[in-house]
């Protein structure tokens, strides 16, 4: 088990009212993905509890483009993975933004 | 005084010889061996029928059990390379040169024994080009085919799965060959001609239908939500924007993902009528919910899939089918029109290189191509013009006068940027060119030339490779979808960033494609039995998918 955490500045604050939302299943090549909106507008953090050892530079990278392809400001991210691919980490997160910029209903 | 019909003597004497051990034209199974070691010389040029689907097996057996000091030096020219014997001959001594198309489950095998040495390699073909050269350079002495019946008179009914053998017989028994064929019985009247017994010099009545293998059945169980995303990538992005309505789809997952949301996601966007309404296609199963729904009008198969028997023959509209009912398949005419006739071709691989080189051979496999060099190939030959066509041609060469400016077909290479275990799909340098020294080939196995390649879709999105203009843009454009493999960790964020805007890349949110759609409910059928349900129970999956 591993454990990362990346925090990065947002260039806005993320769209919709939710407080949370959550994504995927823990289970092999899967992930599961907390968002939380309990951070200040501009800030973002990302925290990654991994079942794959050594990836660090690759969670980085995808940890990144998102923050620059999605700007989730406000938002904290809790990864729970079971050793998913960078292709679906990077589909889970952009879901995450997804359900959490939906208004509440 | 010159003699011009040596090769009819030939065949001629080989028939005598081949009599002694045959009533009539019937053969015993049991006889099978001594028949060989009689009709066969060394050095003879073979075609042991092995198709991308059907197996002469019981003929593959029997030359395998022929004694080396008798029968050997064989040249073998076949499609397939599928079953062991196909390369025990080798190993035995019978036979010593090969050219050929496809080895799938002998990939592995093959590339040893061609390191080894036991093999001596001619050409790995594409089936059309393997098939033109049995008429020229490369034509039988011998064919042991398959059928599944046939009369006293050596009529031969092939059923759904006639794939090589008319081309394969063509070749051989008009030009002084000679042409034995492997059947489960021996009948009255076959339930259709598929192969006139005039051509047909010897039959064995096996017992036993030939070796047949499901190729083309994906389960959609297995299809993930990355391919889902993918797939909706090239509908929204390639299939609509183009009006692609004749294509040829490869046999991936990334492919069945397509076939099975085009009733989904496809009519969402009102596409029904618009794309994929005419196929150069294999019966693929998960093409069904997609035919029930109203999509397809028209498929024509290189050869059959086992379990779509009854429900291609409830289908004739959408089928090619003859008098007895069954599907009549043909591999060199779907060949043909997946060359000429179709404006796509989509398709998976192993690994692409940053020119769009791509390759399905590794250091330790040679699977061959199949098809796919041919149908993944811009026809110099095309002159009929079509949409797709010419909008592509006017992307690739935007200031040449439109009447003088030839289209392009589309040849689209789809994948996840990680392939099974894990696998980078892009490479620096494919393994084809690293096996083409240890092998000393003049040739690099290359399944698709960058040249021919127009567009590479992955989960990351599309990039048009129509739209770059120099060496750089291509390469970047190639890294600018590689995900976070390597390649993809090495782009150049601005130069992406530019190709981006001028539409050369094109992303899931510049299509306007929602993440959340990237859902397994989204999928027509989520299982087999799905797709077994939505053809009104006429899909008999073979058992080894039959998981309920």
Known sequence: METLSYRHRAQQRMAGSKSMAIIGVVASGNLEVLAERVLPDTECQVDISTAAEGFGAVWEAVVADFVERSSPGGLKFSINDGGARPDTVALRLAQAVRLIEENDR | ?548
Request: some cysteine.
């Open chain 2, 1 to 548: 005084m010159k003699e011009w019909a040596r090769q009819k003597a030939a065949r001629k004497a080989r028939i005598e010889a081949g009599s002694r051990h045959a009533r009539g034209k019937a053969v015993a199974v049991t006889d099978l061996q001594d028949f060989l070691e009689a009709v066969l010389q060394p050095g003879d040029r073979v075609c042991l029928e092995g198709d991308n689907q059907k197996q002469a097996d019981i003929l593959a057996a029997a030359l395998a059990d022929v004694d080396p000091a008798k029968i050997h030096d064989l040249h073998m020219v076949q499609s397939g390379v599928v079953l062991p014997e196909h390369l025990d001959i080798f190993e035995k001594g019978i036979a010593r040169r090969l050219d050929y198309s496809y080895s799938g489950p002998q990939a592995a095998r093959i590339a040893r024994m061609l390191f080894g040495g036991q093999i001596e390699l001619g050409a790995v073909h594409t089936y059309l080009e393997l098939f033109a050269r049995y008429f020229v350079d490369l034509t039988p002495n011998i064919a042991l085919i398959a059928a599944v019946s046939a009369d006293a008179d050596g009529n031969l009914y092939t059923g759904p799965n006639t794939e090589d053998t008319p081309t394969i017989v063509e070749a051989t028994s008009f030009k002084g060959g000679l042409v034995v064929a492997q059947v489960k019985e021996i009948v009255d009247k076959v339930p259709r001609v598929d192969i006139p017994g005039d051509q047909v010099h010897f039959v064995v009545a096996a017992g036993k239908p030939f070796y047949v293998e499901p190729l083309f059945t994906r389960d959609p169980a297995a299809i993930t939500e990355t391919q889902i995303l993918t797939a909706m990538l090239a509908i929204k992005g390639l299939y609509a924007p183009y009006g692609i309505r004749r294509l040829n789809h490869g046999i991936g997952f990334n492919t069945a993902a397509i076939e099975l949301l085009l009733p989904t996601y496809g009519e969402k966007l009102g596409l029904r009528g618009k794309v994929c309404t005419h196929w150069a296609l294999n019966p693929h199963p998960t093409l069904i919910p997609a035919i029930e729904a109203g999509w397809v009008e028209q498929v024509h198969c290189f050869g059959s899939e086992v379990g779509m028997e009854d429900y291609i023959r409830a289908r004739s509209d959408i089928f090619f089918t003859g008098p007895d009912g069954s599907l009549r398949s043909n591999r060199a005419f779907c060949q043909t029109a997946g060359l000429y006739s179709c404006d796509m071709f989509i398709g998976s691989t192993l690994q692409i290189d940053l020119q769009g080189h791509s390759s399905t051979v590794t250091a330790s496999r040679i699977a061959g191509f199949g098809g796919a060099p041919n149908m993944g190939s811009d026809p110099r030959g095309r002159r009929h013009p079509s949409e797709p066509w010419l909008k592509a041609g006017a992307e690739a060469n935007p200031d040449t006068p439109a009447h003088m400016r030839r289209g392009r077909k589309l040849v689209v290479q789809i994948g996840e940027t990680f392939g099974d275990k894990n696998v980078p799909l892009f490479v620096e340098r494919l393994e084809a060119l690293t096996l083409a020294e240890k092998l000393k080939l003049d040739l690099a196995p290359i399944m698709v030339y960058g040249d021919d390649v127009t567009h590479i879709v992955t989960e990351e999105g599309i990039a048009n490779l129509l739209l770059c203009r120099d060496r750089d843009e291509r390469e970047q454009a190639i890294r600018g979808v590689a995900g976070y493999t390597d390649i993809g960790r090495g782009r150049d964020a601005k130069m992406v960033q530019q190709l981006r805007e001028r539409g050369a890349i094109r992303r899931p949110e510049d299509l306007g494609i929602d993440p959340l759609d990237a859902d397994r409910r989204l999928l027509a059928a989520r299982s087999i039995k799905d797709l077994m349900l939505a053809s009104g129970a006429l899909y008999a999956p073979p058992p080894q998918f039959r998981n309920w």
